[in-house]
């Protein structure tokens, strides 16, 4: 099947890592390898710090898993840093071999949650549904909201549908005094959503519903090019708008599930 | 008098000059121009311009003599009351009377970036570009409420063009404001931000 996104090649997720291991290496060289896990150790934690964060946002409760796993692993690197010295075999007590056992077990339950999507933001996964029966058509792009259509829901629905929506990890919502908005938030797009605090949510890609039903859609222009071809953007938008109010009603009805299920059929790389 | 002729009878009577100048007309039974300028101290050219501008609007009357070698003009008062009548309702038909039997809708690529309303269900202003590369210049108009009602409600490039009463209807916006919806519609029509069908 091929998908109307393009593949994402961007490194960004990665940079973390990169950097963390350079940084590693440096000190290692210059200072040794006590001041070097003590380092990394607390990079780490800075992680896990971070990670927290994104997890108080969403409380999407596998990001917890992440959390701990960071916080295990900055224990390991601080408790395995004064029983290494160059030139000697390292010997490390019970706690630190509990831990090197803690960490290896938490990073392949990440490995699974990873591969089960449970961990990845699902905003590429709502992009591509959305656009799944749209057609090619040229130059019909434009840069501001459509109001698409009225949905029946009150408040109370509306506001659960939005935890909901973030714990699932579909995307970030913002509360505003009249409407909630939506906004599918795709893999390695969440460093500075979730960390600027001065992020300009207003010119990504969303879907907003007012208390009054009435709903509307945006679409970022980056988002539309990251698709191969030129779709007919009414059609786009009304498509996402469709897809944010059936998920809306599937959640109402109690067949959430059917939402994930909805998801996973679009078969994206749990990578991107 | 319509308002191409009010602002040119306003321009002279806000000279300062003005005032002396029709004092002079009071005070005298008749006064040439050369007569007044030299009295306020004056160009003659100035007074000329004011005296025939007044005459042609029937404020000063004036009279052609011929005491000297060459025949020259006298004025005198003629209206003692001074009014500036524009009928705005009449001056501006065009904007009630306006048809909109037409379909609009976006045009593409046009540029145009609209900006929410703080509330972020309608638009409060629209920036088009005018021109190309770096001599392009921005042009930024601030929409009323109705008008940003209006505009969020426009189709989209490819999207079917609707009437303005329907988009109106749509947008939920009462019948008086059509005549600013209009104006609006004209002003980015001949933008190019509109496409009229």
Not at chain 1, 151 to 163: P, S, Y
Not at chain 2, 27 to 51: K, M, N, P
Not at chain 2, 71 to 92: A, G, Q, T, V
Not at chain 2, 149 to 156: A, E, G, R, T
Request: a neutral charge; aromatic letters at 14%; one cysteine or more.
């Amino acid at each position: 099947m091929r998908h109307k996104q393009k593949p994402d090649l961007d490194i960004k997720g990665i940079l973390p890592p990169i950097t963390s291991v350079l940084i590693f290496i440096f000190v290692f060289i210059l200072w040794g390898p006590y001041v070097a896990f003590n380092t990394l150790g607390s990079i780490i934690l800075l992680y896990a710090i971070f990670i927290f964060i994104a997890f108080y946002r969403t409380r999407h409760i596998w990001t917890l898993v992440s959390v701990i796993y960071m916080l295990t692993f900055s224990s390991l690197l601080y408790a395995m840093a004064p029983h290494l010295t160059i030139g000697y075999e390292p010997y490390f007590p019970p706690h630190v071999k509990i831990l090197i056992v803690c960490t290896v077990l938490l990073f392949w339950w990440l490995i699974y949650l990873n591969f089960t999507r449970k961990l990845k933001w699902r905003g590429r996964d709502i992009l591509e549904l959305a656009a799944y029966h749209v057609e090619q058509a040229e130059g019909s792009f434009t840069e501001r909201p459509l109001p698409t259509s009225k949905v029946n829901v009150t408040k109370h629905e509306l506001d659960d549908f939005a935890h909901y929506f973030q714990k699932k990890l579909l995307g970030l919502v913002y509360w505003e005094d009249s409407r909630v908005v939506f906004m599918p938030l795709k893999f390695k797009n969440e460093y500075l959503a979730l960390y600027n605090p001065n992020y300009n949510y207003h010119e990504k890609t969303w879907v907003a519903i007012n208390y009054n039903g009435n709903v509307s859609v945006n679409f970022s222009k980056k988002d539309y090019l990251d698709y191969w071809e030129d779709l007919a953007f009414d059609a786009l938008c009304n498509s996402l708008s469709d897809v944010i109010i059936d998920f809306l009603q599937l959640y109402i009805e109690g067949k959430e599930v059917r939402i994930i299920d909805k998801l996973d059929s679009m078969k994206i790389n749990v990578f991107t | 008098m319509n308002f191409k002729e009010a602002a040119k009878i306003s321009a002279y009577l806000s000279k300062d000059y003005a005032e002396k100048i029709f004092r002079l007309i009071m005070a005298y039974q008749d006064i040439s121009a050369s007569e007044a300028a030299s009295r306020l101290g004056i160009h003659i050219r100035t007074v000329q311009d004011f005296l025939e501008t007044m005459a042609a609007y029937d404020i000063i009357k004036k009279k052609e003599v011929s005491e000297k070698k060459r025949p020259y003009y006298r004025y005198s008062i003629m209206k003692k009351n001074i009014e500036i009548n524009i009928d705005l309702e009449k001056e501006f038909s065009e904007l009630t009377n306006n048809p909109s039997d037409f379909l609009i809708k976006e045009a593409r690529d046009t540029g145009a970036k609209f900006s929410m309303a703080r509330n972020g269900e309608y638009f409060s202003t629209v920036t088009i570009w005018i021109g190309e590369g770096r001599k392009s210049k921005e042009r930024k108009i601030s929409l009323t409420t109705a008008q940003g009602y209006f505009l969020y409600f426009l189709p989209f490039p490819d999207a079917q063009p609707l009437s303005v009463d329907e988009i109106m209807d749509k947008a939920n916006i009462n019948e008086m404001n059509k005549s600013e919806i209009l104006d609006i519609v004209d002003e980015l029509y001949n933008m190019k931000v509109i496409d009229k069908v």
